[in-house]
């Protein structure tokens, strides 16, 4: 998920123009899947046991998101890797500062509220709706250290959370937008599928 943040410096992503000037981007060390992969369909399955591996994976997507400039979130699927794995750093929101977080295996055990804000996706460049969510979440987890934890949030955090547990789940969040509303997208998300993919 992205948002407007500091630029983290890299010369790790490049630019690939598509059709109607479509920007999608290379980016390293894994490559973001983009609106019509199929992979971004996909259920993924859970970790059995955070490895050396799976923390090196925690890590590349943590700077394959700091590639993009402007993310917040990444999850697994969205690199093509169908693990039950999310990274989130939000920097700041509400003058509180919060450190990366890598979460395995998260689950949403409770939610509260509801509120509708804009989001964007960074699979889906260039298009935003306004999706209705609730507004505090409660999501277990397993730490990159293996441990179990629990995250209690609301505002952006909780967002960011819910948005890449869907991702997890083969959802996007435009499946939590009207039909009528996907229908005035419908240019935009034709115009990603048919762009030239970063090779």
């Known amino acids: ?12 992503t490049s630019d690939v123009v598509g059709e109607d000037d479509v920007l999608l981007r290379a980016t390293a060390p894994l490559q973001l899947c983009y609106y019509g992969n199929p992979v971004l369909r ?43 794995l999310i990274i989130i750093d939000i920097g700041e929101d509400d003058d ?32 935003t709706a306004e999706v209705r969510r609730p507004e505090k979440v409660v999501v277990d987890g397993i730490d ?16 960011v959370l819910q948005h890449e547990i869907d991702h997890l789940n083969g959802v996007l969040f435009i499946d939590r937008i009207s039909g009528l509303k996907r229908q005035l997208l419908k240019d935009e998300l034709l115009w990603i599928q048919q762009a030239e993919r970063p090779s």
């Open 42 to 84: 996909k259920r993924a399955k859970p970790v059995a046991e955070i490895t050396e591996a799976e923390r090196q994976l925690a890590d590349q997507m943590l700077e394959t998101l700091y590639a993009t400039g402007n993310g917040i979130g990444l999850a697994a699927t969205q690199v093509g890797i169908l693990k039950r």
């Open 1 to 12: 998920m992205p948002k407007r943040r500091r630029k983290h410096q890299s010369t790790s």
């Open 96 to 127: 509180e500062t919060y450190e990366p977080l890598v979460l395995f295996n998260p689950e949403i055990l409770n939610v509260e509220g509801e509120v509708v804000v804009e989001e964007a996706c960074l699979s889906i460049p260039s298009v």
């Open 144 to 159: 990159i250290q293996g441990e179990p934890v629990r995250i209690e949030a609301d505002g952006l955090l909780a967002r």
